[in-house]
T-cell receptor, first 114, second 112 residues
Framework: EAGVAQSPRYKIIEKRQSVAFWCNPI?????LYWYQQILGQGPKLLIQ????????DSQLPKDRFSAERLKGVDSTLKIQPAKLEDSAVYLC????????????FGNGTRLTVT | KNQVEQSPQSLIILEGKNCTLQ??????????LRWYKQDTGRGPVSLTI?????NTKSNGRYTATLDADTKQSSLHITASQLSDSASYIC???????????FGDGTTLTVKP
């Protein structure tokens, strides 16, 4: 099966600019996650979708981050305006079921904010 | 606060040697515990998943153990290979909430 696809692979922007990341999950996977991984740390959940509904966005900085999952398939994560501390790898993951299913991760987008 | 603590933070071993990575957690109520391998520049890949009732789970040269009473898990790697060089992340999930807590990982370096 095809894996989770993410783009772009790398992105460099200046602070206060905006950026968007795209994710295409594994076909048939209802649950989609966006994680932020800072160097040397484990992934931190930003938002979780079940189909096209939000299950958990408690850790999403909503004043600057937004995410959507149209039609319950692809998803985009946007940052506007970006701050220096947003420099991280943004990982998208999907799973077949809500509970007890392994997460399948994409290779992430490495964002550098200068 | 639900936490997952991994040790050691980093480890260097020679090719062919065995090693054991530790994961202690305070997550409750517990649903399952997973170990992931993350190669540099790649997303994490699932190695094992263990539920509350399972004590051990193997995947090739990787063997995970779980003691739900002491809230400890270990990942044992046998006959290490250069390709085992990666970060190993322990993830614990809450019951009925689907929420997962990630450890910060152990960085393993296997040298020839």
């Amino acid at each position: 099966e095809a894996g989770v696809a993410q783009s772009p692979r790398y992105k460099i922007i200046e602070k206060r600019q905006s950026v968007a990341f795209w994710c295409n999950p594994i076909s048939g996977h209802a649950t989609l996650y966006w994680y932020q991984q800072i160097l040397g740390q484990g992934p931190k959940l930003l938002i979780q979708f079940q189909n096209n509904g939000v299950v958990d966005d408690s850790q999403l900085p909503k004043d600057r981050f937004s995410a959507e999952r149209l039609k319950g398939v692809d998803s985009t994560l946007k940052i506007q305006p970006a701050k220096l501390e947003d420099s991280a790898v943004y990982l998208c993951a999907s799973s077949l079921e809500f509970y007890n299913s392994p997460l399948h991760f994409g290779n992430g987008t490495r964002l550098t904010v200068t | 606060k639900n936490q997952v603590e991994q040790s050691p933070q980093s480890l260097i071993i020679l090719e062919g040697k065995n090693c054991t990575l530790q994961c202690n957690y305070t997550v409750s109520p517990f649903s399952n515990l997973r170990w992931y391998k993350q190669d540099t520049g790649r997303g994490p890949v699932s190695l094992t998943i263990m539920t509350f009732s399972e004590n051990t789970k193997s995947n090739g040269r990787y063997t995970a153990t779980l003691d739900a009473d002491t809230k400890q898990s270990s990942l044992h790697i046998t006959a290490s290979q250069l390709s085992d060089s990666a970060s190993y992340i322990c993830v614990v999930s809450l019951t009925n909430a689907g929420k997962s807590t990630f450890g910060d990982g152990t960085t393993l370096t296997v040298k020839p």
